[in-house]
């Protein structure tokens, strides 16, 4: 089975809005695991317009399953996996200011950054993923930074598959066969949602983790938590 991580980033927007802590972070992400979710991520930025570094800090005493910290890996970030030593980080080449992920990296032009940061991770007990597009060269340069998993961008996959075009999914295929003969595992998110996850996950092989935030917490909106964690995890089985 694939596991679900829950990115409740959007419940820390929704917080931020007023100020307080209403909804609660922390209860939040107790409960999503009490549902019956298999990890919790974070995304914080440097302007920690959602999630706040001390979020992610307290967090730490609170996720019992998987803790996931994803980012663009530049000083404070890195002080700040180092010190709550999540059990995976997530490296995600985000330009300051962006709204949301818009690319995985280029593994080879940034090979010798991304190995000397995942060294520094490894070394200190925490597995490593990288965020990359379904291009098979770019696989191959992730491989070669010495990564434990890579994790597949999957927006473009989600806009065809919107679209009627399942063969989408084709890039993402191949980009998994050739990381599981190189031995890297699989992780994947960006725009995964009720209407796309099964699919996605039946035709991608050793799928090992999705992590689902924005679609799932809209989802939620109508359907309720509790409801929607179960709904993604009846089909990702």
Same mark, same amino acid.
């Given at each position: 089975?694939? +596991?679900?991580? *829950?990115?409740?980033? +959007?419940?820390?927007? /929704?917080?931020?809005?007023?100020?307080?802590?209403?909804?609660?972070?922390?209860?939040?992400?107790?409960?999503?695991?009490?549902?019956?979710?298999?990890?919790?991520?974070? %995304?914080?930025?440097?302007?920690?317009?959602? !999630?706040?570094?001390?979020?992610?800090?307290?967090? &730490?005493?609170? *996720?019992?399953?998987?803790?996931?910290?994803?980012?663009?890996?530049?000083?404070?970030?890195?002080?700040?996996?180092?010190?709550? +030593?999540?059990?995976?980080?997530? /490296?995600?080449?985000?330009?300051?200011?962006?709204?949301?992920? =818009?690319?995985?990296?280029?593994?080879?032009?940034?090979?010798?950054?991304?190995?000397?940061?995942?060294?520094?991770?490894?070394?200190?007990? !925490?597995?490593?993923?990288?965020?990359?597009?379904?291009?098979?060269?770019?696989?191959?340069?992730?491989? &070669?930074?010495?990564?434990?998993?890579?994790?597949? #961008?999957?927006?473009?996959?989600? %806009?065809?598959?919107?679209?009627?075009? &399942?063969?989408?999914?084709?890039?993402? *295929? &191949?980009?998994?066969?050739?990381?599981?003969?190189?031995?890297?595992?699989?992780?994947?998110? %960006?725009?995964?949602?009720?209407?796309?996850?099964?699919?996605? +996950?039946?035709?991608?092989? =050793?799928?090992?983790? *999705?992590?689902?935030? %924005?679609?799932?917490?809209?989802?939620?909106? #109508? /359907?309720?938590?509790?409801?929607?964690?179960?709904?993604?995890?009846?089909?990702?089985?």
């Amino acid at each position: 089975m694939t +596991k679900l991580s *829950v990115n409740i980033n +959007k419940i820390a927007t /929704l917080r931020n809005a007023r100020g307080g802590n209403v909804p609660d972070l922390l209860k939040v992400a107790v409960d999503i695991q009490r549902f019956g979710g298999q990890g919790i991520t974070i %995304h914080p930025r440097p302007d920690e317009r959602h !999630i706040r570094y001390q979020d992610a800090r307290d967090l &730490k005493a609170i *996720v019992t399953t998987e803790y996931n910290i994803e980012g663009n890996p530049q000083h404070n970030f890195i002080d700040l996996v180092l010190e709550c +030593k999540p059990d995976q980080v997530t /490296l995600v080449p985000d330009a300051i200011g962006a709204i949301t992920s =818009s690319a995985g990296w280029d593994t080879i032009k940034n090979q010798e950054y991304l190995t000397e940061v995942i060294q520094e991770f490894q070394r200190n007990g !925490i597995r490593t993923s990288i965020f990359v597009d379904p291009v098979l060269e770019i696989i191959e340069g992730a491989k &070669k930074t010495g990564t434990d998993r890579i994790e597949l #961008y999957t927006e473009a996959f989600a %806009h065809q598959y919107d679209l009627g075009n &399942k063969n989408g999914i084709d890039p993402y *295929v &191949k980009a998994a066969e050739l990381a599981n003969e190189l031995g890297l595992g699989i992780n994947a998110g %960006h725009d995964l949602s009720l209407d796309n996850i099964q699919f996605f +996950k039946q035709n991608i092989p =050793s799928l090992l983790e *999705v992590s689902i935030g %924005h679609a799932l917490i809209s989802e939620a909106l #109508y /359907l309720g938590l509790d409801n929607v964690v179960n709904m993604y995890l009846n089909k990702l089985k």
